[in-house]
Each structure stands twice: as structure tokens, then as C-alpha cells.
């Protein structure tokens, strides 16, 4: 089993950064691919951003790419999602979520993911 506890989300002005983190446990944390998925009010789910086990390969949506930046912390089994020129579109509930990788590879779908944080909610208001 996985543990992911989100944390850092709130309410922010447009155009300021943000960044949430997720503390993981249970399980070896090398060995695991992560990512940052978010969900809006009426919308479905989608990948923010991938990292692979290593950390040396990361994705990240055409929406975000050049504003946020996904990264892990080998030492402290955390991953963070640094959210820069924030927009009122980023506003929504994000999650962390795990899956158990052979490769150093990223995932880019949510069926790859076995485990799954409890969100955090960003809010940018405009």
C-alpha cells in the first residue's frame, strides 16, 4: 500500500505561484512513478504532470508547460508541483497519485495510477 497526503493548496490572486506538495509512504519511493492530476468543477480529471521514478524524465499538459514545474525529493519521499503565473483556469481540486513502475518512465493516464492522495484545492482568483 500507498500513502499520499496533499498539502499546500488555497486561495491565491492571479498571476502569483503556488506550490503543493505530497508526503508519500508505504511503499519503496524509487520505485514509484508520480503525478499531479487536477479536476474542476464539472470537468473530467486530467494529468497536470509526470515524473518518473529517477526524476530524470517529466510531462506536463500543453496548458501548463512553461508555468508549472513537478519535481521529487528522494530523501523526504515527496513530490512537489511548483505552480507559477497562476490563471483563474488552474482553479481546481489537485491530487497526487502513484503507480508502481519497472521502467523510469512517466504515465500520462489515470488508469496507470493505483494510488491516489485526497486532493488539495487551489483557487486563483482573478
Known amino acids: 500500500q500507498v500513502q499520499l497526503v496533499e498539502s499546500g493548496g488555497g486561495l491565491v490572486q492571479a498571476g502569483a505561484s503556488l506550490t503543493v506538495s505530497c508526503a508519500v509512504s508505504?511503499?519503496?519511493?524509487?520505485?514509484?512513478?508520480m503525478g499531479w492530476f487536477r479536476q474542476a468543477p464539472g470537468k473530467e480529471r486530467e494529468l497536470v504532470a509526470a515524473i518518473s521514478p529517477s526524476g530524470a524524465n517529466t510531462d506536463s499538459a500543453d496548458t501548463v508547460k512553461g508555468r508549472f514545474t513537478i519535481s521529487r525529493d528522494k530523501a523526504k519521499h515527496a513530490v512537489y508541483l511548483l505552480m507559477n503565473s497562476l490563471k483563474p483556469e488552474d482553479t481546481a481540486d489537485y491530487y497526487c497519485?502513484?503507480?508502481?513502475?519497472?521502467?523510469?518512465?512517466?504515465?500520462?493516464?489515470?488508469?496507470?495510477?493505483?494510488?491516489w492522495g485526497q486532493g488539495t484545492q487551489v483557487t486563483v482568483a482573478s
Open positions: 508505504g511503499r519503496t519511493f524509487s520505485n514509484l512513478a
Open positions: 497519485a502513484a503507480a508502481v513502475a519497472v521502467f523510469d518512465l512517466t504515465y500520462s493516464y489515470d488508469g496507470a495510477y493505483a494510488y
